[in-house]
């Protein structure tokens, strides 16, 4: 135990001596966790549209201003030729061609019915498909409205279907209270690996781990002298990331229990570091490190649900989030933090991040010993 305690302090007095290490660790992720949950913003806005309408009717400038006013779209060119504004359309200018065609007003006075044309850019399949079910819904809001302005009192009216929304655990619809929980846990998970593995391997570069190595100091208390500084310094970031900028810049106040949330951070944390250890174990420098966590960090993160729904993933790519750590700990991260949930909700979160430490570190150690 002894032993220990003089490796923690070495461990540390290294650690505060860098000052750019303390820069990364600390200022690093606090700066991203304040700057990424405002660019990472799932709704699309400003769609440009261009119009074509060749009514120039109350009706039809009744539905442009409905389009205009919902906020989605950014009216591009306005004109009465369908040639002039599909070069706009071709140039990459708009995402968006609706045409109004003669007589809109007319006919749906008249004949109660009538029709558009739109024209969609889809070399963006996500701007294509989102922008036409706005525009869509848009328009049959607008149809809904002029058939219960009885357009015409002679045709019977079916009956409208009313319904209420509620938005639960986030009311607002506000996307940083879903990103910012996904973030933090990403940040700390480049934290975590990146300087456990960096640590580990600058012994080797600088030729102390041999030092190390012939002493009496057993390789647990090395590994634990390694591991516990920055599980120390991963719980700091999470908290100054939970409690300072998540409640300070977005005003996100965790529901659920704080103790149920670092249990799981404790575990979640020894498991990430456990993979930064093994990393250390396969590489003799640190460049050789940076690029293989560079590498397994971002497969990390793509896979882990933080900006694909894994649901909408493939098969194969669904296995892989399954055997990913972030991709339980983004998941309680939001049912504790958003909807308060309790342990009997993430039960079989915490089995399978137990699991995970165990393998991990279990791998790295029993890996360390072959190489050492």
């Not at 032993?3 to 302090?9: E, I, K």
């Not at 306005?78 to 200018?93: D, G, K, L, P, R």
């Not at 061609?97 to 006919?107: A, G, K, M, N």
């Not at 279907?161 to 938005?167: D, R, S």
Request: overall charge positive; some cysteine; aromatic content about 12%.
């Amino acid at each position: 135990m002894r032993s220990l305690l003089f490796l923690l302090r070495k461990e540390f007095k290294q650690i505060f001596r860098n000052k750019s290490i303390l820069a990364m660790i600390i200022g690093m992720p606090i700066i991203q966790l304040l700057i990424m949950p405002l660019a990472a913003d799932f709704e699309i806005k400003n769609i440009k549209i261009s119009i074509v309408d060749h009514d120039r009717s109350v009706y039809s400038k009744n539905l442009i201003d409905k389009v205009i006013a919902s906020g989605y779209f950014q009216l591009n060119d306005y004109s009465t030729s369908f040639e002039q504004s599909f070069q706009q359309f071709e140039a990459n200018n708009s995402d968006l061609v609706l045409e109004i065609p003669q007589h809109f007003e007319r006919d749906l006075v008249k004949l109660q019915e009538g029709s558009l044309l739109l024209a969609v850019n889809a070399i963006n399949g996500t701007n294509a498909s989102v922008g036409s079910a706005y525009l869509s819904n848009i328009i049959g809001q607008y149809n809904q409205e002029l058939r219960k302005q009885g357009l015409s009192a002679s045709i019977a009216m079916p009956a409208t279907i009313e319904v209420a929304t509620l938005n639960w655990f986030n009311p607002y619809l506000n996307y940083p209270f879903f990103m910012v929980p996904g973030i933090l846990v990403s940040l700390v998970t480049m934290v975590g690996i990146y300087m456990c593995a960096l640590n580990i391997v600058k012994e080797k570069e600088v030729g102390t781990i041999e030092q190390i190595n012939v002493t009496p100091i057993k390789k647990h208390h090395f590994i634990l002298g390694k591991l516990i500084p920055f599980w120390v310094i991963g719980v700091f970031v999470f908290s100054l990331g939970l409690l300072g900028v998540a409640r300070v810049a977005y005003g996100i106040i965790p529901v659920g229990s704080m103790p149920l949330l670092y249990s799981y951070l404790a575990i979640f944390l020894i498991a990430i570091l456990g993979i930064g250890l093994l990393i250390s174990t396969y590489s003799q420098t640190q460049q050789q490190a940076m690029s293989l966590a560079f590498f397994v960090i971002m497969v990390f993160i793509l896979l882990s649900g933080l900006f694909t729904p894994i649901d909408s993933m493939p098969e194969w790519a669904k296995v892989i989030a399954n055997l990913n750590p972030l991709t339980y700990f983004i998941e309680v991260m939001r049912m504790i933090v958003l909807k308060g949930s309790g342990f009997a909700q993430i039960k079989s979160h915490f089995l399978a991040m137990i699991a995970f430490a165990i393998f991990f570190n279990g791998w790295a150690i029993i890996n360390y010993k072959k190489t050492s």
